[in-house]
């Protein structure tokens, strides 16, 4: 059989992912950690009484923490396998894919293993990351000066 | 290539399972099962090696044998460079053979055995492969911990090990005759599409076989693949019908059959070198023992890519071994 007429074959038989409802979960996931973001920088701004506007970090890193925490804890990539890019896109899958990757390479050395491959996966978002704020951050200081 | 045995019988099994298998229907047919994924080692690693000796342990306990009695020891699993065949192999001290064909590897082994205990080389020989499912997931997908959504054609590495022991003795079930497959590729890149992949080389190997020994598909009461998940199943079925105008009837996958598809969330079925062996060794030899099936064409079908050439985006080869299985009368 030929390489088209099989590729075909098996496109007739692949089962279509759900992505309306895919999209519709990641949206209402990712829209509801952005309602936890807002209420955690109100907590701090509460408790330790500083300015709204300076809680930022405080409430980044306390996402982070918790998506550290529950995927030490297993059970953060079964919520992550369900809530999809609704909390792989937020901060929490940052800290998700690096904590993973902690986890699994640790008993191979701390430098061999664990920090060698802490960046895996979080390593392109970084990269490109850096890359692409470079590109836009130039593009923005030619077009409107800063 | 294939070729008639006659004085080969593979005389005992042995099976050890992990959580997700034990969960599934077929539990009460493996010897061990497990609870955790450790085993009480320090790694996955180390773990799956464990695998293979539970299983080597149990089919020595069964004969009443100790590993000085066998011959040889041929082991095969997914890791690189064969790292749990290899601590198995170093603990258990008996002449060793290493092989990999990816899932392929249980009926390679079967056949490199039969070969031999045939040629009268050697008396007897355990043949065994393992996998683990996170050793597998660490390897060739993400980390274990790691959540990322996967697309419905996945397959679920088994964690698991089955070894079998071969001799001229006239008991258990009968080797009968065995084709060798040849690699087949289709143009399929997907890594996430093993059933795919696999189900031209599975086509091939079982047209050779009926070719080449002048049967027909009615001729056995199964004919078992392992392992192409639910959708390769599909895929097999009509492939087989337009390539090469055969209907596959008495037709199962051993994918299918070791979780419950419904109710287990493992995708497209089970996967790795251990499921096709632990549903044959465990489940298809006590429906042979009862003679409720007397004639067996195991199809045992691997994906032959690495993460090196998916990253490369090259298309997947893949292998597939029959071995033909009888009740001894």
Redesign the interface.
Same mark, same amino acid.
Request: aromatic share 10%; charged share 30%; proline share 14%.
């Given at each position: 059989m030929e390489k088209n007429k099989y590729n075909y074959l098996v496109n007739k038989y692949t089962p279509k992912e759900n992505r309306l409802t895919n999209g519709v979960i990641s949206f209402l996931i990712g829209g509801s950690m952005g309602v936890v973001g807002e209420l955690l920088r109100r907590l701090w701004s509460n408790i330790l009484d500083i300015p709204l506007k300076d809680t930022g970090t405080y409430m980044i890193i306390t996402l982070i923490f918790i998506g550290c925490l529950f995927t030490a804890l297993g059970f953060f990539d079964n919520i992550v396998n369900f809530a999809k890019a609704g909390l792989i896109v937020p901060i929490t899958g940052f800290a998700h894919s690096m904590q993973s990757a902690a986890l699994e390479y640790r008993n191979e050395g701390l430098v061999t293993g664990l920090g060698a491959n802490i960046f895996k996966l979080s390593g392109t978002v970084i990269l490109y990351g850096v890359v692409s704020a470079y590109v836009f951050g130039l593009i923005r200081l030619l077009l409107f000066g800063g | 290539m294939t070729f008639k045995y006659k004085n080969v019988y593979i005389n005992e099994t042995g099976t050890v399972v992990g959580p997700y298998e034990k969960e599934g229907p077929l539990v009460n047919y493996f010897d061990k099962s497990y609870n955790d994924f450790y085993f009480n080692k #320090?790694?996955f690693e180390q773990a799956e090696s464990k695998l293979i000796e539970d299983s080597v342990d149990i089919v020595l306990d069964k004969l009443d044998k100790t590993r000085f009695d066998i011959d040889l020891f041929i082991s095969g699993d997914l890791l690189n460079q064969l790292m749990s065949s290899n601590y198995a192999a170093s603990t258990l001290g008996i002449p060793y053979f290493g092989i990999y064909n990816a899932c392929a590897s249980s009926v390679e082994g079967l056949i490199l055995a039969s070969n031999m205990v045939e040629a009268g080389q050697i008396k007897n020989c355990i043949c065994s492969v393992s996998s683990h499912n996170n050793t597998a997931e #660490?390897q060739f997908r %993400? &980390?274990? =911990?790691? $959540? $990322?959504? @996967?697309? #419905?054609?996945t397959t679920f590495t088994t964690t698991g090990s089955a070894s079998a022991y071969l001799s001229y003795n006239k008991e258990g079930i009968k080797v009968e005759s065995a084709t060798i497959g040849v690699v087949k590729d289709? $143009? *399929?890149k997907d890594a996430y599409?093993m059933g795919?992949v696999m189900a &031209?080389a599975a086509a091939y190997t079982i047209y050779k076989h009926l070719k080449d020994t002048k049967r027909e598909v009615s001729y056995y009461d199964l004919i078992l693949t392992g392992d192409l998940g639910s *959708?390769g199943k @599909? *895929?097999l079925t =009509? %492939?087989m019908q337009? =390539?090469y105008n055969i209907e596959l009837k008495n037709y199962d996958d051993t994918a299918t059959m070791i979780y419950d598809l419904e109710n287990q969330d493992v995708y497209s079925g089970g996967s790795g070198p251990a499921c096709a062996p632990l549903v044959t060794y465990g489940y298809i030899f006590s429906l042979m023992k009862k003679k409720k099936l007397k004639r067996v064409l195991l199809v045992a079908t691997g994906s032959l890519h690495s993460v090196s050439s998916v990253n490369q985006k090259l298309t997947i080869p893949s292998i597939a071994h029959a071995i033909s299985l009888e009740v001894v009368e």
């Open positions: - | #320090k790694t #660490k %993400y &980390p274990v =911990e790691y $959540g $990322g959504p @996967k697309p #419905k054609t289709l $143009g *399929i599409q795919a &031209p *959708i @599909k *895929i =009509e %492939y337009t =390539e």
